[in-house]
């Protein structure tokens, strides 16, 4: 149900926070897939790294079906 995401993480004395800004299809039910992306991001980062995430914020920006593509210049 999410379409792009842009991750923004910062630490602080209480630990890393993440901010998540998303664009999620509009079948997709938000406040549960919402709550599935926080459930696996904080899964993986306490996995792969190793440490707890003191907070976890998801900002939906937009409900839309178009999936953009950045095209790289070379």
């Known amino acids: ?6 991750v923004f993480v910062t630490h602080d004395e209480q630990g890393l ?3 998540l800004r998303a664009v999620i299809s ?3 039910n938000v406040p549960s ?9 904080h899964e993986y980062i306490k996995n792969t790294v190793g440490v707890e995430l003191s907070h976890i914020h998801i900002l939906v ?4 079906n178009e999936f953009k593509t950045k095209h ?3």
Do not use: D, F, L, T
């Not at 149900?1 to 842009?6: A, E, I, L, N, W």
């Not at 897939?33 to 991001?41: D, G, L, N």
């Not at 920006?61 to 839309?64: G, P, T, Y």
């Open 1 to 6: 149900g999410v379409r792009g995401v842009k």
């Open 26 to 28: 509009p079948e997709s």
């Open 33 to 41: 897939v919402s709550a599935e992306v926080q459930r696996r991001v």
């Open 61 to 64: 920006e937009n409900i839309s």
């Open 17 to 19: 926070k993440v901010m």
């Open 72 to 74: 790289r210049v070379e």
